[in-house]
Structures are given as structure tokens and as C-alpha cells.
């Protein structure tokens, strides 16, 4: 199969936030960037898919300024066989934008299968992927946590709140990956160095208007102190009467 | 003066907690805009139309009843369609709906479908005039992000929870809104697994209980439902590494790649607090923690923590709760 992968660069989870000087952004100074954890189990995804059925081409896709490169030969060197490099000086907030100039690279490019992670950390909006899809005119599954090709078909599970579904679909299609799918392998050496060697193509994005803007990023509330009541069964008593006084919820 | 669209969620014959709180977001916007309707859409099979009376409880003007066998099994794209094409048609300032499972599929389909600019998962609608302005947690809640929307329509889904269903009694009047079929391929649903019955959904649930690797063995996840079921309404919850390890289904999952839930009451029963289940809960109201290691990252945000061995304490505090409401 002929699958594309987009992905994110986003700055590690794990991170202490700060704001940058502009009010209108993070400080990005000390932050570790890679691979958005949900695109990471969609290069995952794509690259097993292929595995199991013996062949295909993987292609990975990523939209933003020059540092994106780096979140692509990653993808390559877990094995993907080659990236495009869609330019823009940053990534816009508008959701819609983005999947404009994804699915004008993608429209022609004979992909049976395009996998997208279902948000991405920072924007944490869950937007591009279905919107890119809507765009192609073809079938979208949102937030597969389980997914299988099977005679030209695709099989996925979706997770609601309180049930499943398990759904069909035609290919070509566009599938957004949820936790589930699959864990990331790490890049062995020899990827990494074949990676160096693999095409990547860079071009400009075509973005066209920006509708939806970052006015200002802030850091939530710290929530006060937390505070040990009691050890074992005997601190039992101080709580259900904590939770009746003060935190009135029983 | 402009009319809002709501998409009001159901599911089988039942409307969902989110539906009303996307029409009272609604009701607010409508207001602030100047005192448009509200107009809502409610699909789904036949007869599903006999709900349209609780959403004129919550504000709606009217109410949109498009009815199809098709909307049992969630047809998305005839769905999307279906809003769409009315947004298009009706010259609506924004098309407003929870950001649920359903309504994250629908919403970027809306969009995409209206060219409209989307803002997902809004917790506030601060302001609205030539551009509306919203706040929606970025970064697995860790920066509030402000968004700035122009254009109109926009597309806008709420947080679940984050707004309060507030009645605002309207008789809503209702309107036959005909379904437009999907045009292209589609998915098709070939099965529905119901979850455990008679638990509210985490993104529903005021109350939450959840369980880490502290429980020790899969079994031992019994005493977090037993503790749920003292409490009453509450939901069952568990970290990454449970849900890894196949003590509960993924769908359980609490934390930055899985559920993200603000109760009134969180209590972590187990749970050392990775950065990745934080992120998930620490939106929560009250967090209770329990712990044997007190130097676990839980403590510094729980509000009330006790430190011991959860074999012990769960089923004491099952105990207790259970005689604290016993009047309930």
C-alpha cells in the first residue's frame, strides 16, 4: 500500500511550561521537540501495515518552518521511505488552513491509506486529519484505537464514551490514530544512518488565509499545595469528614 | 442579530448531558450577539423527535428534528451533511457542539464542509462582535490558549462539563429538517460493544475513582469499583500503565494520550502521579489521593492525601462512605 503520515513536531510532554515574552506563545528555550506522541503511533501504524503485508511505500509528511526536518528523518530513520517538507515560518492555529495545504499535497499522490495522529499535543484541537479527508472527498475513521487492512478494506475500532463501534471502510481513506493502535519502535542505528541517505523533499506550503489566531497563552492556576491528612486505615474518618465539610461532596 | 446553530447529541432514544450544555453555550452566544435564536438540531431515528420539548428548556428557539434509521449508528458523514447544508442555508453566526466523541468527528467535518475557521474543546466563549474569541486548553491542559476566529460562520465544540446546563424555559417550536445523504464513500458501523452498564461515562461522571499499578493485580481493581459504587453515580477510571497491562480496556484511560476529566471529586487510588495521568486530572475540583509512598508526585497536588497500603484503606473508606450516605 501507498500510505502517507502526517505528522507534528511538538515539544515533549513532559515539560515545565513557560510563556514567551510576546503573551502570545510557549518560550520555546530549553524544550526538547520530537515527534507528537499520537503521530509517532501513526508512523507506528503505517509502517506495520506494510510490514504485514509485505511491501508498499510510506511516505511522511510534516508542515512547518526548517526544524520540522528533524521530526522527518526520525520518521525515516524508524523506517519511512521518504518525507516532503511543507515550508511556512510557523504553524497557524487555524486547523483548517493547515489541512488546506496537506490535502493539496496529498490530492494527487495515489495514497490508499493517510494516517494522521487524532491531536496533536500543543494545539490539542483534533482538527486537520478529518478536515483534510473532507477536503479529499474521501472516508474518515477519528480516533482508531485498533486498525487492519484487510482485501483493499479497512477494519478499526473507535472508542466512545461508555461503548465501541467497529467500522468498515473503502480505501482510499483518511484514519486518525488514537492510543491503542500502536507503541513507536525506536530508530536503530542502522535507520538512523540510512535515514541521512533517504529523499526529503522541501517546498513552500500553501496555506492561504488565516482565519484562526493565537491571541494569548497563559499558565493555568497552580492548584494549591497538596496536603497529607493521615497515615492508613486510621485517616479514614478525617477524610469522609473533609469531604463532607470542606470539599462538600458527599 | 444572528442565529446559532447547536448540535444536540444524543444517543439511542436519549439526549446527552453535552447536548444541553452545547445549547446553553449557545443561548449565551445567541444573547450576547444580540438576541438571535438558537436553533437546534437533533437526529436520530424515528421518533427521536419527542425530545425536542427538554432542549426549549435550555433555550433553543427551535428545534431541528431530522429522524433516519441511518442516525442510530452515528451516519457521520450524512450527519455532517445534514448541518452543514442548514448552516449554509440559514445564515448562522456559528454552528456550536460538544466536543464528545461524536462531536470531535463532526466538528472539522462541519468546517471543512462550511470553508468556517474551528476552535475544538473551548472551556469559555469570551467575547463575540466581527471576530469571536475563545479559550481552550492547549498542551494536554498545561497553557490556556485565547483564539481569536474570524470570518462567519464559525465552528465552535464545548468542552464537556465546562459549561453549565442553565434552563432558560423556551417552547421551542418544531421543524421536519430532512437529512441530506453522504455524497461520496463512507464508513460503515458493523458493531456496537456497550460498555458496563450503569456507570455514568468519565466525561460525565462528578464523580471519579480511579486505579494505578498500587492495586497490584488486575483483581484487586474490584475494591475501585466498590468504591465507586459507595459513592453512588461514579465513574471508573485507571492510569496508562493499567490500561497497558490490560487490567481495563484503553477506553479507561485518564491521562495526556487518554481521557481528560475534570469531576468534583477525583480520588487516585494507587496512582503515583506520572506527569501523563496529571495532565489528564488535575483540572479536577477535589483530588483525593491515596498512596503507600509518601514521596509520590500525587501528594503535591491532592488535596486530601493518606499515605498507607490501598488494600487496607480502599475498603475502609468503602466502608465509610457507604455509612455516610447510607440516608441516600
Redesign the interface.
Known amino acids: 500500500m501507498k500510505i502517507a503520515v502526517c505528522i507534528k513536531r511538538t515539544?515533549d510532554?513532559?515539560s515545565r511550561?513557560k510563556?514567551a515574552a510576546s503573551g502570545a506563545a510557549?518560550d520555546e528555550a530549553g524544550l526538547k521537540f520530537d515527534i507528537d506522541?499520537?503521530a509517532s503511533y501513526a508512523v507506528e501504524a503505517a509502517l506495520q501495515l506494510n510490514e504485514k503485508a509485505g511491501g508498499g511505500e510510506s511516505v511522511v509528511i510534516a508542515l512547518g518552518p526548517d526544524n520540522v526536518q528533524e521530526a522527518l528523518r526520525k520518521a525515516m530513520s524508524m523506517g519511512v521511505d521518504r518525507a516532503v517538507h511543507l515550508k511556512v515560518d510557523a504553524v497557524p492555529?487555524?486547523?483548517?488552513a493547515v489541512?488546506k495545504a496537506l490535502a493539496a499535497e496529498l490530492k494527487d499522490g495515489g495514497y490508499d491509506l493517510v494516517l494522521f495522529g487524532k491531536?496533536a499535543?500543543?494545539?490539542?484541537?483534533?482538527?486537520?486529519?478529518?478536515?483534510v479527508?473532507?477536503?479529499l472527498?474521501?472516508?474518515?475513521?477519528?480516533?482508531a484505537?485498533q486498525l487492519s487492512v484487510d482485501g483493499g478494506k479497512g477494519?478499526a475500532r473507535?472508542?466512545?464514551?461508555?461503548?465501541?463501534?467497529?467500522?468498515?471502510?473503502?480505501l482510499p481513506?483518511v484514519v486518525t490514530i488514537?492510543?491503542?493502535v500502536a507503541r513507536p519502535r525506536y530508530p536503530s542505528l542502522k535507520g538512523i544512518m540510512a535515514a541521512k541517505k533517504k529523499p526529503l523533499e522541501s517546498k513552500p506550503a500553501q496555506l492561504g488565509a488565516i482565519?484562526?489566531?493565537?491571541?494569548?497563552?497563559?499558565?493555568?492556576p497552580e492548584?494549591?499545595?497538596?496536603?497529607?491528612?493521615?497515615?492508613?486505615?486510621a485517616?479514614?474518618?478525617e477524610?469522609?469528614r473533609?469531604?463532607?465539610t470542606e470539599?462538600k461532596?458527599? | 442579530m444572528a442565529n446559532i446553530l447547536v448540535f444536540a447529541e444524543s444517543?439511542g432514544s436519549d439526549l446527552?448531558k453535552v447536548a444541553f450544555e452545547a445549547v446553553t453555550a449557545a443561548r449565551a452566544l445567541a444573547d450576547a450577539t444580540g438576541g438571535g435564536e438558537v436553533h437546534a438540531v437533533l437526529a436520530g431515528p424515528a421518533g427521536i423527535g419527542a425530545r425536542a420539548g427538554d432542549l426549549g428548556k435550555f433555550g433553543a428557539d427551535a428545534v431541528l428534528v431530522a429522524e433516519s434509521s441511518d442516525f442510530e449508528?452515528?451516519a457521520r458523514?450524512s450527519l455532517?451533511a445534514t448541518i452543514a447544508e442548514k448552516a449554509k442555508s440559514g445564515g448562522y453566526r456559528a454552528v456550536i457542539l460538544g466536543f464528545?466523541?461524536?462531536g470531535?468527528?463532526l466538528?472539522?467535518?462541519i468546517?471543512?464542509?462550511l470553508?468556517?475557521?474551528?476552535?475544538?474543546?473551548v472551556t469559555e466563549i469570551v467575547s463575540s462582535g466581527d471576530t469571536i474569541?475563545v479559550k481552550?486548553?492547549?498542551?494536554?491542559?498545561?497553557?490556556?490558549?485565547?483564539?481569536?476566529?474570524?470570518?462567519s460562520p464559525v465552528v465552535i465544540s464545548v468542552r464537556p462539563s465546562a459549561f453549565t446546563a442553565k434552563e432558560n424555559a423556551k417552547t421551542a417550536r418544531s421543524e421536519t429538517l430532512a437529512p441530506v445523504a453522504a455524497?461520496?464513500?463512507?464508513?460503515?458501523?458493523?458493531?456496537?460493544?456497550?460498555?458496563?452498564r450503569g456507570?455514568?461515562?468519565?466525561?460525565?461522571a462528578?464523580?471519579i475513582i480511579s486505579g494505578g499499578r498500587g492495586l497490584k493485580a488486575a483483581e484487586n481493581f474490584k475494591l475501585v469499583e466498590e468504591l465507586a459504587d459507595a459513592?453512588g453515580h461514579a465513574a471508573v477510571g485507571a492510569t496508562?500503565a493499567v490500561?497497558d497491562d490490560g487490567w481495563r480496556?484503553?477506553?479507561d484511560?485518564i491521562g495526556?494520550?487518554?481521557r481528560q476529566v475534570s469531576p468534583?471529586?477525583y480520588v487516585a487510588v494507587g496512582i503515583s502521579g506520572a506527569?501523563?495521568h496529571l495532565?489528564g486530572m488535575?483540572?479536577s475540583?477535589?483530588?483525593?489521593?491515596i498512596n503507600k509512598d509518601?514521596e509520590a508526585p500525587?501528594?503535591?497536588?491532592?488535596?486530601?492525601?493518606?499515605?498507607?497500603?490501598v488494600l487496607?484503606?480502599v475498603p475502609?473508606?468503602t466502608a465509610?462512605?457507604k455509612e455516610?450516605?447510607k440516608d441516600h
Open positions: 515539544p510532554s513532559e511550561f510563556i510557549i506522541d499520537f492555529a487555524d486547523g483548517i489541512a491531536h499535543f500543543d494545539s490539542s484541537a483534533g482538527v486537520v486529519g478529518t478536515a479527508a473532507e477536503l472527498g474521501v472516508p474518515c475513521v477519528t480516533a484505537s477494519i473507535r472508542e466512545l464514551e461508555g461503548a465501541a463501534e467497529m467500522v468498515s471502510f473503502p481513506a488514537d492510543e491503542g482565519r484562526v489566531t493565537l491571541q494569548k497563552a497563559e499558565l493555568p492548584r494549591p499545595a497538596g496536603r497529607i491528612i493521615g497515615e492508613g486505615v485517616a479514614v474518618p477524610l469522609v473533609l469531604l463532607q470539599a461532596v458527599i | 444517543r446527552r449508528k452515528f458523514e455532517a464528545s466523541a461524536q470531535r468527528d466538528g472539522p467535518r468546517a471543512a464542509r470553508d468556517a475557521p474551528i476552535a475544538s474543546d474569541t481552550h486548553p492547549g498542551y494536554a491542559n498545561k497553557v490556556m490558549l485565547t483564539l481569536v476566529l474570524s470570518g455524497s461520496g464513500a463512507t464508513i460503515t458501523v458493523t458493531s456496537v460493544e456497550e460498555g458496563a456507570r455514568p461515562d468519565l466525561g460525565d462528578s464523580i459513592f496508562r490500561t480496556p484503553h477506553s484511560q495526556q494520550t487518554g468534583q471529586l506527569i501523563q495532565a488535575r483540572t475540583k477535589t483530588i483525593v489521593a509518601k500525587i501528594f503535591k497536588i491532592a488535596d486530601y492525601g493518606i499515605v498507607g497500603d487496607d484503606v475502609a473508606l465509610a462512605i455516610a450516605r
